[in-house]
């Protein structure tokens, strides 16, 4: 009632983006990945609100609790990964002005499905120094031009250990937030509305990131991968599908 009144919403879309951060945290909190691959394509038909701005705020406690929940396994060098998501931030921003959002989107899906494929045949993308620093900068620039930042980190993690791959995205999502959410303030996305939207998804979040413990424990380590890949290619796929439609 009380969200009905301030934001707008009616009682069964606030239950069902409750519903739709939860899986997508528990998701998350268990192979590293999932919660923007529901959460886009579906909150903003509720309410435009929602992406990029409320989800950016919402995001927080989820990766903080990732980041300490297995903080002895984030890889040290996720660091290059964060200088190149700021780089690939500008850099996105700038060819925005240059080439039109739809074509640089399919450019993306189509990249993200041929990795996808490439890994699936065996091709390995190790998190070397010069790996993270190229997965960070496409992380930053496709989540700049299409919203969707978390495939190239994931694909160059999905070999490693799930715990390092976990805790990693999570590290590296945490200390990019630092960066998005002023960002999306300086442009006037994220506003006072949009951040009461973000704080009522949070017990969705909290009670996600609650449940990936359960996930973590029943789900067997040769599921994570697989996993990782396939929301790589909802993810690919989603913003294909938006971009066509």
């Given at each position: ?21 939860l899986?997508?945290?528990?998701t ?25 701005g409320?989800?950016s ?6 990766t ?11 890889d040290p060098?996720v ?21 039109g ?19 699936a045949?065996g ?17 930053g ?46 442009a006037?996305?994220?506003?006072w ?13 909290l009670?996600?990131?609650w ?6 424990a ?21 913003l ?6």
């Amino acid at each position: 009632m009380v969200a009905t009144q301030l934001l707008g919403l009616e009682w069964w879309e606030v239950a069902l983006a409750l519903s739709i951060v939860l899986i997508g945290s528990a998701t998350q909190a268990s192979i590293g990945v999932g919660l923007g691959l529901l959460a886009a394509p579906t909150l903003t038909l509720m309410d435009p609100g929602f992406i990029p701005g409320a989800i950016s705020i919402s995001v927080v406690p989820l990766t903080v609790g990732m980041t300490l929940r297995e903080r002895g396994h984030v890889d040290p060098q996720v660091y290059r990964a964060v200088v190149g998501r700021v780089a690939g931030i500008f850099v996105g921003a700038f060819v925005l002005t240059l080439v039109g959002q739809t074509f640089i989107a399919v450019t993306i899906s189509v990249a993200v499905l041929f990795a996808v494929v490439a890994s699936a045949v065996g091709l390995r993308f190790a998190p070397t120094r010069r790996n993270l620093l190229i997965a960070g900068t496409a992380a930053g620039f496709t989540g700049t031009v299409a919203g969707i930042g978390g495939p190239p980190m994931a694909i160059t993690y999905q070999h490693a250990d799930p715990r390092v791959l976990r805790s990693s995205l999570a590290a590296f999502n945490m200390i990019g937030s630092v960066f998005i959410i002023p960002s999306l303030i300086v442009a006037d996305v994220l506003g006072w509305r949009e951040f009461r939207l973000g704080l009522l998804l949070v017990p969705g979040v909290l009670i996600g990131l609650w449940l990936g413990r359960i996930g973590i424990a029943r789900l067997p380590e040769r599921l994570v991968r697989p996993g990782v890949l396939a929301a790589c290619t909802g993810s690919a796929l989603v913003l294909l599908t938006r971009q066509i439609l």
